[in-house]
């Protein structure tokens, strides 16, 4: 088990490598450098900006040096905790990060506990009674789910909730709360809040985790150790779910790992239309203001955070099915 | 050894497929094309077919949008801005009974209070709704002038059959003319994934070794993003100005840079299976070149599978180009799609008030769900011996 650990722990550091690059690329794809976006900004604010400013701008960055040396002193920059600084806010990106990544797992995190939570007795129950009307029901919904853009389910769900229980969802906070500091009626506050985004981003989710546990269980329910386990006369309820279910819920831990982009994808737009203070509208923000350092350093910690919970998943699976130690 | 005799057993590459043949060795049926019995199959499913009608009919009318449109998606009207929709009616408001629809009139009033004009349908003005009425004049198809419509009424009537957006739009010329965009997208970039994802499989699954090592690890590499994170990053990348011609193609490449990584990787594992086949080896024996094993043997034998995948890849994409326009990030006004127009209802005020600004979503959704059932109706029916 330790040396399956240390492999991937090394496959998910050369990964690891790979995105800083991609990040890096992001942040010097638009045209125009730097420095002369710093300074257009600032011409826009309506300050002038100085010449010693620009060259430890320059310094700091190593603008002048070539590219791979450029790479070089950001990346050593992280280790300080430094991924260079936000012109729009006119602030550390690594102070702008922290708060709002949290929120982002925190969503994806719950998003993620509503899928399984909802999706397996789903699928288990669609899978039992194929072609009855609950499975028709919950394919045509399942299908919809799919179909609905996350920002406009978000809408319409909001609109919904505003209408059946009268009061106003969106943010994380309700107002005497936003700048309060941590306390238990501020948590209690945001966990009122925080089940609008999950439903909405788990909604889409669902639908697809639902169809992959029916097929499975469909495939498993025809061995023919089932059919021993219920020649062996145990009763309906044991055989699904103590013969059945276990074998077909393996390979939807590998699917664990995948399904994370999905869902932060979804979290990024549905936190636009629920105003949410998460990653997505800063860094679709930074993303228009082109603030590239911002949104570079955005972009490769929702990434990490990927490989990271790939990384998870892939000791889960190590854990509960042997033979995927020994690949 | 003809090249007939190599490809037809591989176009059947179904185990079962040699006891079918085997059983129906009297009849013509043994004798129809691998296509044919796909295409049979595919009729049987119901949902497939109205889903592929639903498809060409929404293509019919992005087409034909100059003449299924009443108005100029593009001009603007003060006098109607943010028009609930204009229903066609039969019975007008003393209960009499009209065979040809009409719809209403409008009177304005300003509502004091919230600062903001209120429409409402006045029952005293009638205008009937007629056929292939004269209006703007446009060139259909780019080719023949014209300059009837499919519907409209006699001024000073209106019909805005949708409503009209915050400028005084007609809101269903706005979808049409934005379903041209929101619909081709989709194509574009799907036929760029094909290219992408089977070149980029097959030399992965049929060199193996370091290069399959190397593409796989990018693969995983680009797949370890959130993908709208990624589209909307590379989207900001493209410079302001360009032509929204250029900005339209530039997106399509975008969305397929990262949609061929799936693609791909189902090609590959297709191609390792039909590496270790006897068609492949007598091929390589028969001393045929890499890449004709390749363009003869292999792509064809994963055709089926690349349509199925292609197909169900493109309403993904059709929800990334609305994502992303929504977000203001896609396709940028004064250019329409779905996407575009939606961004007129992102908050629930505009969406409890004006609720019809939501339709171009309807649109989003019957297309998307239509390519769904059609690529479930596709990937059901390339496998015609499955029972």
């Known amino acids: 088990m330790l040396a399956f650990i240390a492999r991937r722990l090394v496959y998910m550091i050369s990964t690891l490598v790979l995105i800083s690059f991609v990040g890096f690329l992001i942040i010097n794809l638009p045209p125009g450098s730097y420095i002369d976006v710093f300074q257009a900004q600032r011409q826009l604010q309506g300050t002038h900006t100085a010449e010693a400013e620009l060259e430890a701008l320059k310094r700091r960055y190593g603008l002048d040096k070539p590219v791979p040396v450029q790479y070089w002193i950001w990346v050593r920059g992280f280790v300080r905790g430094d991924f260079g600084r936000s012109f729009e806010f006119n602030r550390e990106v690594s102070e702008l990060i922290w708060e709002r990544l949290g929120f982002t797992v925190a969503i994806a995190t719950g998003s993620l506990l509503f899928i399984w939570l909802v999706a397996i007795p789903i699928g288990i129950y669609t899978a039992t009674h194929q072609y009855k009307l609950g499975d028709n029901v919950a394919t045509i919904v399942g299908m919809a789910g799919l179909s609905i853009p996350d920002f406009m389910l978000a809408l319409v769900l909001m609109v919904v909730i505003q209408r059946l229980f009268g009061f106003t969802v969106g943010g994380l906070f309700s107002r005497e709360y936003v700048d309060a500091p941590w306390s238990l009626a501020k948590v209690i506050d945001l966990v009122k809040h925080l089940w609008v985004p999950i439903v909405v981003v788990g909604t889409s989710g669902t639908a697809g985790l639902m169809r992959i546990m029916r097929g499975n269980l469909l495939d498993i329910l025809n061995m023919q150790y089932v059919q021993a386990a219920r020649a062996r006369g145990l009763r309906e309820a044991t055989v699904v779910v103590k013969h059945a279910v276990r074998n077909a819920i393996h390979p939807l831990i590998m699917l664990l790992g995948m399904s994370l982009p999905t869902i932060i994808s979804g979290s990024l737009i549905v936190s636009i239309v629920l105003g949410l203070p998460t990653t997505g509208p800063l860094y679709f923000n930074a993303l228009r203001q082109q603030d590239m350092y911002l949104a570079g350093t955005f972009l490769m910690f929702l990434a990490f955070m990927l490989v990271l919970g790939n990384f998870l998943a892939d000791i889960l699976l190590g854990l509960i099915d042997p033979r995927i130690r020994y690949e | ?387």
């Open chain 2, 1 to 387: 050894m003809s090249d007939q005799s190599l490809t037809l057993p591989s176009a059947v590459s179904e185990p079962q497929a040699a006891d079918v043949e085997v059983n129906l060795s009297a009849g013509e049926i043994g004798q129809l094309s691998l296509w044919y019995l796909i295409w049979r199959r595919f009729l049987r499913n119901r949902l497939a077919v109205a889903a592929t009608f639903v498809l060409l009919l929404l293509y019919l009318m992005v087409a034909l949008a100059e003449f299924i449109t009443p108005y100029d998606h593009l001009l603007s009207n003060e006098d109607f801005v943010a028009r609930a929709p204009q229903l066609p009616r039969f019975r007008d408001a003393a209960g009499q009974f009209h065979l040809r629809p009409f719809v209403y009139g409008t009177t304005t009033e300003l509502d004091t209070y919230n600062l903001d004009w209120v429409h409402k349908d006045d029952t005293s003005q009638m205008y009937p709704l007629k056929l292939f009425v004269k209006g703007v004049p446009y060139k259909l198809l780019g080719l023949f002038p014209s300059e009837r419509h499919l519907y409209g009424v006699d001024e000073p009537g209106t019909v805005f059959l949708l409503g009209t957006d915050r400028l005084g739009r007609d809101l269903f010329s706005r979808i049409v003319f934005g379903g041209r965009i929101s619909m081709t997208v989709g194509l574009i970039g799907v036929s760029l994934t094909i290219l992408f994802g089977s070149v980029m499989g097959t030399i992965s699954g049929y060199f193996g070794g370091p290069v399959d090592t190397v593409i796989q690890r990018f693969i995983e590499l680009l797949m370890s993003f959130p993908a709208i994170a990624l589209w909307a990053a590379l989207a900001a990348a493209m410079p302001a100005d360009i032509t929204i011609v250029t900005r339209f193609f530039l997106i399509s490449i975008i969305l397929s840079l990262i949609g061929w990584t799936s693609l791909a990787r189902q090609v590959r594992a297709k191609v390792l299976a039909f590496r270790e086949m006897e068609f492949s080896s007598a091929a390589t024996a028969a001393g045929a070149s890499h890449f004709r094993i390749i363009m003869v043997h292999m792509l064809p034998n994963a055709l089926s599978h690349i349509i199925v995948i292609a197909t169900l890849a493109i309403p993904g994409m059709i929800l990334a180009e609305t994502a992303l326009s929504f977000l203001g990030l896609g396709i940028l006004p004064p250019a329409v799609s779905w996407g575009t127009l939606l961004q007129d209802a992102q908050t629930v005020g505009v969406v409890i008030k004006k609720p019809w600004l939501m339709l171009p979503g309807a649109f989003v959704i019957v297309s998307v769900l239509s390519f769904n059932f059609l690529g479930d109706g596709i990937r059901d029916a390339v496998d015609p011996f499955a029972l």
